[in-house]
């Protein structure tokens, strides 16, 4: 589903999730050179994440690597100008949740692609979450008291 601001500028929405983390991510479809998204300048390559480039929001090759694989396994790298608002959850558990939002959202864009995303487990969240605190378990999901016997 294509979504319009209030600028004519159609955009695709979707939404990942990784243990607290929550990104919500838009593909805009940038007409030109360059245009204005957000009160920020964007061209086709732009992928950006909390007002701040992906590179620097996310270093190092392998983070590079981890949320560029959706783009290039669909031949999508430099089609769209793609912004995110990640929220909760450490660095990696946003990065998580970034690469499922592209995904889902390459989805919205061509339903084809869901035959390219499936297979590498790109479109499947990870269900893993912290487990709960215990009542009575010294504070922690499994620790014991300490026996008071010698």
Known sequence: MVKTTG?????FEAVGRRKNAVCRVR???VEGKETAVAGVTVTKSTIMVNNKDASVYF????????YMQPLELT???NRFAIIC????GGNNSQLDAFRLG????LEKVNAEYRLILKPHNLLATDPRVRQR???GMAGKSRAKRQSPKR
């Open 7 to 11: 600028k004519k500028q159609h955009y």
């Open 27 to 29: 593909f805009y479809l």
């Open 59 to 66: 270093p190092g090759t392998l983070a590079h690597k981890m």
């Open 75 to 77: 031949s999508s790298v």
């Open 85 to 88: 608002k990640a929220v909760g």
């Open 102 to 105: 592209i995904s889902r959202a």
């Open 133 to 135: 605190r215990m009542a």
